[in-house]
């Protein structure tokens, strides 16, 4: 599936001193609190995160409320979809009109009728609604199947896509890996291996900032 990334980041997280004696805690409850959720500074949804302190060395900010400052490198797994990429979901609910599906168990995606390929025709099968290929009868959509679809568009506020089965890479990924012509071992692969991105530098509270190629964002996040 694409839309995953992984980037390697360089973070300081600020910690407030009554957390002076469980500062690992601390850090694990703000770096937890980013995830699934989208983020502007990394434009994709953090899904899971390795740390490594950098040094044991903490500094002081002065202030009315004074905080210390952790560095330590994170390696960031990210969902960054982007229109025209191949994603994968469940489908959760199948009508007439439209197929809904379940991106990583998070994001949320619909696929509506306009956007399904010809081939597929809307029946009722056995008293179960499913999309059935004219072109390939074991080639059928229902729900609990897992299909691969194209990104059309993308929802960053509420982590929903549109989406297409237009593209004859698309469909159940069940039929197409035993009956499609792509290269299998090669979506394979990108799932085993989400493809590399460049590493971005940014400094946090958790300070989640982009590198000097975009413009610098800083959020803050106190704890």
């Known amino acids: 599936m694409e839309g995953l990334t992984v980037a390697d980041a360089n973070l300081t997280v600020y910690i407030h001193p009554s957390n ?3 500062v690992k ?4 409850r703000q770096l937890s609190s980013l995830l699934f959720k989208y ?16 040094s044991k060395d903490a500094k002081i900010l002065p202030g009315l409320h004074p905080l210390f400052g952790v560095k330590l490198k994170a390696n960031l797994l990210l969902f960054q979809p982007k229109v025209n990429e191949l ?4 489908v959760v609910k199948l009508g007439k009109e439209c197929i809904h599906v379940i991106i990583l168990g998070f994001s949320s995606a619909t696929i509506m009728s306009e956007d399904i390929r010809e081939e597929f025709k809307f029946r009722i099968k056995h008293g ?3 999309f059935a290929s004219s072109a390939h009868k074991r080639h059928v959509i229902k729900t609990g199947s897992f299909i691969r679809f194209l990104v059309k568009s993308l929802d960053v506020d509420i982590l929903h896509v549109n989406g297409s089965l237009i593209p004859s890479n698309t469909g159940c990924i069940h ?3 035993r009956y499609g012509t792509e290269d299998i071992s090669k979506i394979d692969r990108s799932l085993k291996r989400p493809r590399p991105i460049e590493e971005q530098d940014p400094e946090a509270i958790v300070d989640l900032s982009l590198n000097s190629n975009h413009h610098r964002q800083t959020r803050s996040l106190l704890h």
């Open 20 to 22: 002076a004696k469980k």
């Open 128 to 130: 179960v609604e499913v």
């Open 25 to 28: 805690d601390a850090l694990l």
């Open 87 to 90: 994603l994968e979901g469940k």
């Open 175 to 177: 039929w197409l890996s």
């Open 39 to 54: 983020d502007e500074n990394f434009d994709g949804v953090i899904l899971a995160y390795e740390i490594k302190f950098e």
